[in-house]
């Protein structure tokens, strides 16, 4: 089977004339041919139904065992962008109406496999794509037979396969939407590790053994050079995917105003964070309390809200506290941000 398969994608992308075709024409030139290959009977209507019937619409084909549909696939001229929403929203409601686990979406050259009775919006329930253009021949039949021939789909080894595939891909999502709030946790709160890391390879570079404090207050310095942003687009600053929304958010530039969004969320360091958080713990608010109110408000989390109001101005909790208690942050923030002393005396000027 396998070099039965890889001689008709190899001829399939070798063919200048398919890119002209029409839908007819991938069906009966390589939806149906490629059925046979991986073992169906294209022919025998009871186990590929053509024009299948569901609601008062049809799929183009159904692969059925025991009367049962347990594969749907649409097909569309080689010219058809498969990721129009439309397209998979149909394939996925079809599949969805009927119970079927498994799916795929071809114009001939591209193939997109689909798990539809899963969570989620159509394009998540995708879990894997062939393109016969640019994959390698061998990868492409070896998904093809994993996931499209009659003894897999019988057997049930075809949907576990989609299913660690679709595994496989949403854990990888989860890694780097998580990797860029990992990384913002080690810059804003350094942990021992980091510290040596940074204090042995400037050994290793310049022979001089920098303090532990040093390092510390270089991290903190540029802490905000050094965090990764989430554009509106989704992707951070070095253009790779990132859906973090929480955490990893950084601080925009400090300058006087009230907030002030830029992408999906910067806020700046004193009028969003330091002065709400004053203003509610003057007001009897405990400390801990005003860190989760804050965040539920700006739509990060507690500990990050604590971070810049204590780590951010190079303090300690207790020495925040201390300074908030005496009146001491009012002189404090004024002399670490003398550009925005008119804001700090207007929001937190009066509250001793």
């Not at 696939?73 to 009927?98: C, G, M, N």
């Amino acid at each position: 089977m396998f070099e039965q398969v890889a001689q008709f994608v190899d001829a399939l992308r070798s063919n200048p004339k398919f890119a002209c075709c029409d839908e007819a024409i991938v069906k009966n030139g390589v939806v149906l041919p490629l059925l046979e290959l991986l073992g169906w009977a294209p022919f025998n209507t009871e186990e590929v139904t053509p024009e299948y019937t569901v609601g008062t619409r049809r799929v183009d084909y159904a692969l059925r065992v025991n009367n049962t549909c347990e594969f749907f696939i649409e097909a569309k001229k080689p010219t058809e962008d498969l990721e129009k929403v439309e397209h998979q929203e149909q394939l996925l409601d079809y599949s969805f109406r009927e119970g079927v686990a498994l799916a795929g979406l071809t114009n001939g050259i591209t193939w997109c496999f689909y798990l539809p009775t899963q969570k989620g919006d159509w394009q998540d329930r995708k879990f894997y794509t062939i393109d016969v253009k640019q994959q390698k021949t061998a990868d492409i039949v070896e998904k093809l037979i994993s996931i499209l021939s009659k003894a897999n789909v019988v057997s049930g080894e075809a949907l576990k396969s989609a299913e660690v595939i679709y595994g496989g891909r949403h854990r990888k999502r989860r890694i780097e939407e998580t990797m860029p709030q990992a990384w913002n946790k080690m810059i804003s709160e350094p942990d021992t590790l980091l510290v040596d890391l940074l204090i042995e390879t400037t050994e290793r570079l310049c022979g001089l053994k920098p303090d532990e404090v040093v390092v510390r207050a270089f991290l903190t310095s540029h802490r905000e050079q050094l965090t990764v942003t989430p554009s509106r687009d989704g992707r951070d600053r070095s253009g790779h995917p990132s859906q973090t929304n929480t955490e990893e958010m950084t601080v925009g530039p400090r300058t006087e105003g009230r907030a002030s969004k830029r992408g999906t969320r910067r806020y700046r360091k004193v009028a969003d964070y330091v002065l709400p958080v004053i203003g509610m713990m003057r007001q009897g608010t405990a400390h801990t309390k005003a860190f989760h109110k804050q965040g539920e408000t700006l739509g990060v989390l507690a500990s990050t809200v604590s971070s810049q109001c204590t780590r951010g101005l190079g303090l300690s909790t207790d020495e925040f506290l201390a300074h908030v208690d005496r009146g001491s942050i009012l002189k404090l923030l004024k002399d670490r941000y003398p550009h925005a002393a008119q804001l700090i005396g207007r929001e937190i000027g009066s509250l001793w």
